[in-house]
């Protein structure tokens, strides 16, 4: 190597170094989004191949690929991860991005805050599959935990669970938890403190409404698993009972504890997604949201009763019918709001000038599942229905019905429609569509068929099953239809890696779009906008390029 190689080499090697500096330490929102939303396509891609594995086992009768306990440490591991370290870190990514470029702030409110967050979930996601190495300690060979995402009582005593894969589950979800609590606190104070001038609450973007309300859940929901997570740990290592039936402790008591966070988790994983497809149809309809009032007036409604459904995931343990009579109606209440969005978005595309781009086919298929989501959920809430189909596969695909058919379609919809805004280039539309078919062919295959063996019978959380009982031929249609989400997922990543550097300039607004984010280059300067801007109407950025337009003017 010549003298002037070598310091080239070491010039490039400086620079690496220092960008990575700047990456680990920054406050900037728009890296932070950045870093969450990586942070998740990992553990995507972690948490899918562990479905995969989940679903290779289940193929065929007696399958002997994984043992029972390797089973069911990919069945936690895989519900563990989806849930906290896929969809929570997305939907803070978009948040930490998108929010204060839309309200037209410089940047978050605490921005040292918005990096400790995310980098204490960050850190939570590396400690659950720590569990791997350090489980049974620094000097043994390491397990991951075995006792569901749900944790229930007694499989996390220490009689069930030896050594400490649960407790670095524990350690894990609760130091998400703090990660979760701190940028819920952060998102509230900016859209509440940091707005531009003119942009009144009535004036407000619908994703930052539904992001408030997505953060008051969080506040709420998040806290009782953090109380529960403790009171675990007290369980296993200070001699204490909450959970510990043999010693006059309650096992109901921690569902309690668990669904009051994980009920309204799902609304909490939800009302992004329900934000992204209400900026996006819009535009892609060329009309306004039709009803923007009562849309977020419906959010709110179901912000408010998804508190109080927790316990419908409990009619199986037996409490009294007043209870049961209570939160089934409580369940069937959120239909009411949740129809009235579902008119929304189809009012405002009726009538539209439908463009049916990459984002817009995402969206409209979000809505035909998120409307199947919400029938299979209105079944479960009635009691005598959930006794008979209670932890079956039909419960599965009405779960994933909901975080995959409605939020991961809504997610891509908004990587495909913001994605040029973050990085000045946009992806393919060709990959795109290719990716969209295979994912929603590969997704009804999978969680459609799903519902049948569920109402033959069918339990969850079973590593093997018995021939002759007409499960055979839908498992593994069920397990085709893996691949090809597996598939998509794969054209998707390639999208993204060729894009970010062969992709078509996107210039500042490719949409054309209104909302203040598209108003500043692509991608945004560190500042964001050099004049704060000044806003009289819900899209500010059309009222600029078409003045002459009166079928588009309200104030």
């Not at 396509?41 to 191949?49: E, H, T, V």
């Not at 995402?362 to 479960?380: D, N, R, V």
Request: with cysteine; hydrophobic share 55%; charged share 10%.
């Amino acid at each position: 190597m010549t003298g002037e190689a070598a310091v080239t080499t070491r010039e490039v090697e400086a620079r690496f170094w220092q960008r990575l500096h700047e990456w680990i330490v920054t406050v900037d929102h728009k890296r932070l989004g950045v870093m969450y939303v990586l942070y998740a396509l990992l553990f995507l891609l972690i948490g899918g191949s562990e479905a995969l594995l989940i679903r290779l086992q289940l193929v065929a009768p007696h399958n002997t690929l994984l043992a029972p306990q390797t089973f069911n440490r990919l069945f936690t591991l895989h519900g563990t991860t989806m849930v906290f370290f896929v969809g929570m870190p997305l939907i803070f990514g978009f948040a930490n991005y998108l929010v204060p470029l839309m309200i037209g702030a410089r940047d978050m409110a605490f921005p040292r805050l918005n990096a400790f967050s995310f980098w204490m979930s960050a850190f939570a996601g590396l400690l659950l599959y720590f569990s791997f190495l350090g489980a049974e300690g620094l000097y043994g060979a390491g397990s991951a935990p075995d006792v569901g995402w749900f944790a229930y009582a007694p499989l996390t005593s220490r009689a069930f669970s030896r050594g400490h894969s649960t407790d670095y589950w524990i350690l894990s979800i609760f130091l998400s938890g703090v990660g979760s609590i701190g940028t819920a606190v952060n998102i509230i104070t900016t859209v509440l403190s940091r707005r531009c001038p003119g942009m009144t609450l009535g004036k407000l973007p619908l994703l930052c409404w539904f992001y408030v309300v997505d953060s008051v859940l969080v506040l709420v929901g998040v806290p009782p698993l953090a109380a529960a997570q403790l009171m675990l740990l007290a369980d296993r290592f200070l001699g204490a009972h909450f959970f510990d039936t043999q010693a006059g402790g309650s096992a109901v008591l921690w569902q309690h504890f668990f669904w009051i966070f994980g009920h309204p988790e799902v609304y909490i994983l939800m009302i992004p997604g329900w934000a992204f497809a209400s900026e996006i149809i819009p535009v892609f309809s060329r009309k306004a949201i039709f009803g923007y009032p009562v849309l977020v007036g419906a959010v709110i409604a179901i912000g408010f009763v998804s508190l109080s459904v927790w316990a419908h995931h409990m009619f199986a343990v037996g409490m009294s019918m007043t209870a049961n009579t209570f939160f089934m109606v409580a369940t069937l209440l959120v239909g009411i709001p949740t129809g009235i969005k579902i008119f929304n978005w189809i009012g405002t595309m009726w009538g539209g000038k439908i463009r049916l781009a990459t984002p817009m086919l995402f969206c409209i298929a979000f809505i035909g599942q998120f409307l199947i989501a919400g029938l299979t959920g209105i079944m479960l809430a009635a009691v005598p229905f959930n006794w008979q189909l209670t932890d079956s596969t039909f419960v599965v695909a009405h779960f994933h019905f909901m975080l995959v058919g409605s939020l991961l379609f809504t997610v891509f919809a908004a990587f495909y429609y913001w994605f040029p805004k973050v990085t000045g280039r946009m992806l393919d539309e060709k990959l795109g569509k290719l990716h969209f078919w295979l994912f929603l062919v590969g997704f009804h295959l999978t969680f459609t068929v799903m519902h049948i063996p569920g109402l033959l019978g069918m339990p969850r959380r079973i590593y093997t099953y018995e021939p002759g009982r007409g499960w055979e031929t839908l498992n593994l249609v069920i397990t085709i239809g893996a691949f090809f989400q597996a598939a998509g997922v794969a054209c998707f990543l390639v999208n993204l890696v060729r894009s970010l550097h062969k992709g078509k300039l996107a210039g500042p607004d490719p949409w054309d779009a209104w909302t203040l984010e598209w108003s500043t280059s692509s991608p945004p300067p560190e500042y964001n906008f050099a004049v704060v801007p000044t806003v009289r109407s819900r899209r500010p950025l059309w009222d600029l390029k078409h003045p002459e337009d009166p079928d588009w003017v309200y104030e």
